[in-house]
């Protein structure tokens, strides 16, 4: 398969970049070649591995990249049948094609940065499946035992094995700073990105090689590859570089052969593949009616798109309670500085009524708070009849936010009392006020008229009976 031309190239007025294109004639720049025999074309993806134990594939441009900053979107996949998957995929950019080697299907000591989407816990530290952003200056042997995690410049811990929606990465270099963004692939939305990592002050090759590479080891799964966009990054009112002359008739004929003959030994191979299995001949290649187990796990599907988007909102709900928090806080201890300031005798005492109004807006937040873990509690009783492992993440992390709301209203009643105690006199003690006295309406008179009365009627019930 070495060779196969699978690019597709658009020159526009503010970008340039290419995609994986399998069924129609290559444009213009280069292709992208199968460097090992692992990994498998076809119509609408590259699989990188197949489920199999002690895979490596790989896929690189064949001709340099000359942009000075650039972003890279790539769509893919990761399935397998059990719990835990290995290895991982890597998506590179390097000083020279990689080669294969150890390092998630390709060489080590590369010169440039692997961005390793990394399946397996090799240091049994529960932080796997995880995204891990190593550079290299060409000297470096990538640590294995420790997945990386002594030689990482940044990482985050997703999972992105068995998601309903294929997951994209989008890795970005502006400026020195390398940015990860990923989408789980819970949602179809293609452009709802999370932030995962970032790196400044980074150095990396001027020109270099994009690519993909992947690998299996005792467990396997299948790594494919969907779609590979690059773009050329400018700086605002800077000039876009021209591209140079566009690629020659010749080489369009050669690669337009090159596929043409790509197609035809696919062809032969479907039809050996029909005479060798007449007994699946003629048949549908998707059952046209959902079975019972597929709309179940569509259900479950459609139902963690239900509680992530929840998610997402809650916190942003939260994200503001927190901002007005700290508006608020920090206008009050500037009142306090600035009364502290003008009032000579009497600095930074608090009156009762600014300390209630401080209290109250506490407990309205509390509430709020509290409302917002309600609807978050009801959300999750509705769909408590989709089980995915997934869920457990996204209640997890939920529960970290609630944790941090905690922590800060926390913080902020601690700031209260040390600012009150601060600006008290040293010869007084903060009190608690004094319980207003609590009216009786019962007589010491009365309690024995009570109990006598009681008495005399047990007495005489006893006797009647």
């Known amino acids: 398969a070495a060779g196969l031309p699978l690019l597709r190239c658009w020159a526009g007025s503010s970008a340039l970049f290419f995609s994986f294109f399998f069924s129609s004639v290559i444009e213009c720049l280069p292709e992208m070649f199968l460097s090992l025999p692992d990994a498998i074309p076809s119509a609408d993806q590259i699989r990188i591995t197949t489920s199999l134990k002690s ?28 719990r835990i998957g290995a290895d991982g995929l890597a998506i590179w950019f390097t000083e020279e094609q990689g080669m294969e080697g150890p390092v998630f ?20 530290k529960k932080n796997n499946p995880g995204v891990v952003v190593v550079g290299n200056d060409g000297k470096l042997l990538y640590d294995h035992q420790n997945d990386g995690s002594t030689q990482a410049l940044a990482s985050c811990q997703r999972d992105f094995r068995n998601k309903p929606y294929p997951v994209r990465a989008k890795i970005t270099y502006y400026q020195k700073t390398l940015t990860v963004l990923i989408n789980n692939g819970f949602t ?14 980074m150095v990396l090759p001027s020109q270099g090689y994009f690519g993909i590479s992947a690998a299996t080891g005792g467990l396997a799964d299948d790594h494919d590859v969907l779609s590979f966009l690059t773009f050329q990054l400018t700086e605002p009112g800077k000039e876009i570089p021209k591209s140079d002359a566009e690629i020659p008739e010749k080489d369009k004929e050669k690669y337009q052969e090159e596929f043409e003959h790509f197609q035809q030994e696919l062809d032969k191979k479907k039809e050996e593949f029909q005479k060798e299995h007449p007994d699946v001949q003629g048949q549908p290649a998707d059952d046209p009616f959902e079975t019972v ?69 506490q407990e309205e937040v509390i509430k709020q708070v509290n409302e917002m873990k309600n609807a978050m509690a009801d959300t999750l009783r509705l769909i408590s009849g989709a089980q995915h492992p997934g869920s457990a993440a996204g209640v997890y992390e939920t529960a970290q936010h609630f944790n941090d709301i905690k ?5 902020v009643k601690r700031d209260i009392e040390h600012l009150v105690q601060r ?34 009627l047990f007495v005489a019930y006893i006797m009647y009976r």
């Open 407 to 411: 922590e800060h209203l926390h913080i």
């Open 55 to 82: 895979q490596k594939g790989s896929v690189w441009t064949k001709n340099k990249s000359i942009f000075e900053y650039w972003e890279v979107e790539v769509t893919f996949r990761v399935t397998g049948r059990g």
């Open 188 to 201: 179809p939305d293609k452009e709802d990105y999370e932030f995962c990592a970032k790196v400044e002050d």
């Open 105 to 124: 299907g390709a060489a080590d000591k590369w010169n440039g940065v692997g961005i390793f989407f990394d399946s397996f816990d090799n240091d049994g």
């Open 293 to 361: 187990s597929d709309r179940e796990l569509r259900q479950i599907f459609e139902g963690q798109n239900r509680i992530h988007l929840e998610i997402k909102q809650l916190n942003r709900q939260l994200d503001m309670i927190l901002d007005e928090q700290r508006r608020y806080v920090s206008a009050v201890t500037e009142e306090i500085a600035k009364r502290g300031a003008a009032v000579s005798g009497q600095q930074g005492q608090v009156s009762q009524q600014e300390i209630d109004t401080v209290v109250k807006t």
């Open 423 to 456: 600006n008290m006199p040293s010869n007084e003690k903060p009190k608690c006020p004094d319980l207003p006295p609590f009216p009786s309406c019962l007589s010491t008179m009365h309690f024995f008229i009570f109990v006598a009365v009681q008495t005399v």
